[in-house]
């Protein structure tokens, strides 16, 4: 009775948690939409979708979220290949720095193309500032690493022997990865593609800096109907096609995540890799490699997607308001801006983060832990099964559902008692955590997975209880994932922007707000301290994981 109620506890505690500051919220403003005088009304779907501009908006959402996609496997596969199967000196570093743009703001991977492609930007040239391909660019350079470090973790561990017979019966290398590998890796593949198509359907802050109204998501649609016209019945209405194209991701990278996961129980462990192989001599004439073609590919995306962005983010912080260059942008972030542009300087914005992002980790952490540790169950039975596989699929829900929702929810339900939290510092928090916890479940869930059951079935054996069999178990490998949890919980509530530029006070504005408000403000003064505020933000985020992928485990590389 007591195990009962233990595991009991460890999953209502998250479950209350979400019932209140996920779906109530969410389905008050959804209802707020559908109800009128007090009768259910579903005339608004009709309504919404009579008008040319919701057709629109859905077509370009589904567009940028195929093509991201879509660029987003066919290079991120070759990386994977080269950081992953091949040795080399520095590809530690290499991998460091392919996993930086995913753990970025999109706030700030938006001011970094439009300081790389508006004019007088390194590809200024091009004139792709404000274009549907800007907005593309932006999400393959956010996207990359999910791809790289999915499939690679599951090409580090393929057994390579299938392909060297492929390769002893006179296959060309091309012919054994397409026969041999690419089925093999077809489930992390998937997988992968499903995760990116999810995060390229609900960009928000890259779509609003690069594109604004004209290249709009239905993200970024729910955003302009809320603050803008107050149309409560269309957020609505969008909100629900929103969650069906979640739900729909959810449940393909679900179904891929799991033969993933059966297809790496009949491999190694073992770090199959061999030297990178970029020229070879036959007849004492050389010739390209095998490896030659994926070498270039990736050391072009690392370069040029991912290395000029931040380069030219970088540059232009360092170009001061009267064409000059110097540290004069970094210098006012200790002001309010030209004509007072803020209420609070930059710095005072920054240590209002730091402070918000700590208590949002530490809330994401304890739900998401709690999750996995339920989730990591494998019980005899069926019906048993079901619910732990349930569980696991409604926690992932926050990752797809807008931010702007969750955030406006907030605003109408937590506004009276028994939960008046409008004037409360933990307000924000709690919104950012909501939107962390599917990550910690992701970064902590592989590692409590790997643990062999027989050694819990072994203690229990010994006549461990519960509680002991957890601590002394389960603790060890819990505590060599949390490392790589805690940081990608700091990092997404460092750089959450949807639901905090509902809820953030005025007098204490986060950084991703504050660099927002500097870019919506005439005047170079203004641009320029976004810019170096950017630049801040990318450099806090970035130090933060780079601490945290030091304590990664093999196991904990799902995300």
């Known amino acids: 009775m007591a195990r009962r109620l233990g595991w009991a506890f460890a999953a209502g505690v998250p479950l209350a948690f979400l019932a209140v500051f996920f779906a109530w919220p969410v389905l008050a403003l959804v209802g707020r939409g559908f109800v009128v005088d007090g009768a259910l009304d579903l005339g608004g779907f009709a309504e919404v979708f009579a008008r040319p501009r919701t057709w629109r908006i859905l077509g370009l959402t589904l567009a940028q979220a195929a093509l991201g996609t879509a660029f987003s496997v066919l290079l991120g596969v070759p990386g994977a290949y080269v950081l992953y199967r091949c040795r080399f000196r520095g590809r530690g570093v290499v991998r460091a720095l392919v996993t930086v743009p995913f753990v970025l703001p999109t706030v700030v991977v938006g001011v970094a193309f439009r300081a790389l492609l508006a004019e007088g930007g390194l590809l200024g040239f091009l004139g792709l500032d404000g274009t549907f391909t800007a907005i593309v660019l932006a999400l393959v350079f956010f996207n990359y690493a999910v791809v790289v470090r999915t499939v690679g973790g599951m090409w580090a561990r393929l057994d390579p022997r299938a392909e060297q017979a492929a390769r002893a019966l006179g296959a060309s290398p091309g012919r054994a990865f397409v026969t041999v590998t690419l089925p093999a890796l077809t489930p992390a593949i998937a997988s992968a593609a499903s995760i990116v198509f999810l995060f390229c359907a609900t960009a928000f802050g890259v779509v609003l800096v690069l594109g604004g109204l004209r290249f709009g998501t239905i993200e970024t649609e729910i955003w302009v109907q809320t603050t803008q016209f107050l149309d409560l019945r269309a957020a609505a209405v969008l909100s629900v096609v929103q969650l069906v194209v979640v739900a729909s991701a959810l449940a393909v990278a679900g179904r891929a995540r799991r033969s993933r996961e059966r297809a790496l129980q009949l491999r190694t462990d073992a770090d199959a890799g061999r030297r990178l192989s970029l020229v070879v001599r036959r007849g004492g004439a050389p010739r390209p490699g095998p490896d030659l073609a994926p070498a270039v590919v990736t050391a072009a995306v690392v370069v040029g997607l991912l290395g000029l962005p931040l380069a030219g983010l970088v540059a232009r912080s360092l170009r001061t308001p009267d064409g000059g260059w110097g540290l004069t942008n970094y210098a006012n972030l200790g002001t309010t801006g030209g004509d007072n542009a803020l209420t609070v300087t930059v710095w005072e914005a920054t240590a209002n983060s730091l402070r918000v992002a700590v208590d949002a980790t530490v809330i994401a952490v304890v739900v998401g832990t709690l999750v996995a540790l339920v989730v990591s169950r494998r019980p005899r039975a069926r019906a048993a099964r079901r619910a732990v596989g349930l569980l696991d699929a409604v926690f992932m829900l926050p990752l797809g559902v807008s931010a702007v929702t969750v955030g406006f929810g907030f605003l109408i339900t937590l506004n009276r008692p028994p939960l008046?939290?409008?004037?409360?510092?933990?307000?924000?928090?709690?919104?950012?955590?909501?939107?962390?916890?599917?990550?910690?479940?992701?970064?902590?869930?592989?590692?409590?997975?790997?643990?062999?059951?027989?050694?819990?079935?072994?203690?229990?054996?010994?006549?461990?209880?519960?509680?002991?069999?957890?601590?002394?178990?389960?603790?060890?490998?819990?505590?060599?994932?949390?490392?790589?949890?805690?940081?990608?919980?700091?990092?997404?509530?460092?750089?959450?922007?949807?639901?905090?530029?509902?809820?953030?006070?005025?007098?204490?504005?986060?950084?991703?707000?504050?660099?927002?408000?500097?870019?919506?403000?005439?005047?170079?003064?203004?641009?320029?301290?976004?810019?170096?505020?950017?630049?801040?933000?990318?450099?806090?985020?970035?130090?933060?994981?780079?601490?945290?992928?030091?304590?990664?485990?093999?196991?904990?590389?799902?995300?």
């Open 420 to 559: 008046d939290l409008r004037s409360s510092l933990i307000l924000v928090p709690i919104a950012q955590a909501v939107v962390a916890i599917p990550m910690v479940v992701r970064t902590v869930l592989p590692v409590l997975r790997a643990i062999d059951p027989r050694l819990r079935q072994a203690a229990a054996s010994l006549g461990a209880s519960p509680g002991r069999v957890l601590a002394t178990v389960d603790g060890p490998f819990l505590v060599r994932g949390l490392g790589l949890a805690i940081g990608f919980a700091f990092a997404v509530s460092l750089g959450e922007f949807g639901a905090t530029s509902f809820l953030s006070r005025p007098d204490r504005p986060t950084l991703p707000v504050v660099i927002f408000r500097l870019i919506g403000r005439p005047g170079a003064e203004n641009y320029g301290m976004a810019m170096a505020a950017a630049v801040l933000l990318a450099a806090l985020t970035a130090t933060v994981m780079g601490v945290a992928e030091r304590l990664r485990t093999k196991e904990a590389s799902e995300w």
